[in-house]
């Protein structure tokens, strides 16, 4: 017998306004929207105030992606990226941003390979934000 997909109660298509979801502060000048979404994948909308850094090392294992939406965020290597630009880092890279202007980024990446793998619930995927990640 078939074991039923759990993905296939999901509708099909789902929209919501971002400014809506609560706006988690994560450290001075720094908030975060965790965006509901598909099952191992995590998406979220940062906005930082004007000199303002992330209170932390952001690390993913799988790697990180986001768009610059406004404003300008600064890497550590110093480059600066504007709005239109897709910024994206290796797997098991860290970063701690920074801006000047403030910004507002679109980020997302995936859950850890290995935990998919091994075949963990999808409910599990769905992501909670928690301090210590970025």
Known sequence: ?????????????NALQVDQIEAVEVG??????????NPGVRAWLV????GSQ??????HDTGQ????LSGEVIEDDGALH???TWVWFA??????PRSETGVRLLGMNVAQAGFIASG????????SYHPTQG
């Open 1 to 13: 017998m078939d074991t039923p997909n759990p993905l296939s109660i999901l509708p099909q298509v």
């Open 28 to 37: 001075p000048g720094c908030t975060r929207r965790t965006l509901p979404g």
């Open 47 to 50: 906005e930082m105030a004007p």
């Open 54 to 59: 992330w209170p932390h090392a952001d690390h």
């Open 65 to 68: 992606m986001f768009y610059v």
């Open 82 to 84: 504007g709005p239109g």
């Open 91 to 96: 797997p098991d890279t860290r970063h701690r």
């Open 120 to 127: 963990g619930s999808p409910d599990a995927l769905l992501h």
